[in-house]
């Protein structure tokens, strides 16, 4: 995971489609997931917010199995 600042525009793959469809602009920054199977996807920065709260909760869930041995 790492942050990038959009060169070109790019598709926020949170906000592909539907009514809050909208890109990532060229300056703007965003988040970029290296999934290696689909490839690099790219998140705007509200997209990218929710990403790490939940990747946060499944750290703190990880570690709790962890501790418990
Ligand atoms: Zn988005």
């Known amino acids: ?6 060169a070109r525009e790019r598709v926020c793959h949170r906000h592909k ?4 469809a909208r ?3 060229p300056g703007e920054r965003c988040l970029v997931i290296d999934t290696q199977v689909m490839g690099k996807q790219s998140y705007c920065l509200e997209a990218a917010a929710d990403i ?7 750290i703190d ?9």
Do not use: C, Y
């Open 52 to 58: 790490i709260e939940q990747a946060r909760l499944d």
């Open 23 to 25: 890109p990532i602009v």
């Open 1 to 6: 995971m790492s942050v990038e600042t959009a």
């Open 17 to 20: 489609t539907g009514k809050d």
């Open 61 to 69: 869930e990880i570690e709790r199995q962890v501790s418990a041995g």
